[in-house]
Nanobody, 121 residues
Framework: QVQLVESGGGLVQAGGSLRLSCQASGSIFSINFMGWYRQALGKQRELVAGITSGGTTTYADSVKGRFTISRDNAENTVYLQMGSLKPEDTAVYYC???????????????WGQGTQVTVSS
């Protein structure tokens, strides 16, 4: 089976930076999408950033110009470089991937365990 392991969360002051990492492992035939969602207290989950197999990226309006998503195909890893962090960025961040585990299986939607990002003012 596929597993997504996240790292890089923590506590940072406003204006600081953090880099989140998410590595996929296990049975992987192809990865069609990898991205990051977040859910703050009292708010709905939202897509923060995503990147397709072709390299097309998308960002939430609230993070454009501050966050950058990238990937390392050889390591099945996606990164989220977060800069100019604001208190409103405080949330649990979840890695998401759309992966075919084999040529005989359809795409499945996988989720990481979540990592807490807290930005203090």
């Amino acid at each position: 089976q596929v597993q997504l392991v996240e790292s890089g969360g923590g506590l940072v002051q406003a204006g600081g930076s953090l880099r989140l990492s998410c590595q996929a492992s296990g049975s992987i035939f192809s990865i069609n999408f990898m991205g990051w969602y977040r859910q703050a207290l009292g708010k709905q989950r939202e897509l923060v950033a995503g990147i397709t197999s072709g390299g097309t990226t998308t960002y939430a309006d609230s993070v454009k110009g501050r966050f950058t998503i990238s990937r390392d195909n050889a390591e099945n890893t996606v990164y989220l470089q977060m800069g100019s962090l604001k208190p409103e960025d405080t949330a649990v961040y979840y890695c998401n991937a759309i992966i075919r585990p084999s040529d005989y299986a359809p795409n499945y939607n996988y989720w990481g365990q979540g990592t807490q990002v807290t930005v203090s003012s």
